[in-house]
Nanobody, 123 residues
């Protein structure tokens, strides 16, 4: 069973950047679309971005479009989320999750969440 571990979060000033990593601790990423999600304090979890199993197709939430970039390297069993121009609204715990095969995951289809990695945007 594919298990993913998120890392790379931290405290960053508004306008700053972070790159989050999503590594397969067991299993192989190759066959799965990978999605990034986030949950801000007091808010519901939301979808942020998704990348197809080959990396050839990506999508983004409107709130992050143009600022975040999702990528992956199947040989390294890793996906990333590059986050630029961060603002306070991006403060959240970020999670990655595999899709149902080549289909992007949704909140309702993810049956196991990792611990996530916290991102705090503050001056």
């Amino acid at each position: 069973q594919l298990q993913l571990v998120e890392s790379g979060g931290g405290l960053v000033q508004p306008g700053g950047s972070l790159r989050l990593s999503c590594v397969a601790s067991s299993g192989t990423l190759y066959h799965y679309a990978i999605g990034w999600f986030r949950q801000a304090p007091g808010k519901e979890r939301e979808e942020v971005s998704c990348i197809s199993s080959s990396g050839g197709s990506t999508n983004y939430a409107d709130s992050v479009k143009g600022r975040f970039t999702i990528s992956r390297d199947n040989a390294k069993n890793t996906a990333w989320l590059q986050m630029n121009s961060l603002d306070a609204e991006d403060t959240a715990i970020y999670y990655c999750a595999p899709g149902l095969g080549r289909f992007c995951p949704s909140i309702s289809t993810v049956n196991h969440w990792g611990k996530g990695t916290p991102v705090t945007v503050s001056s």
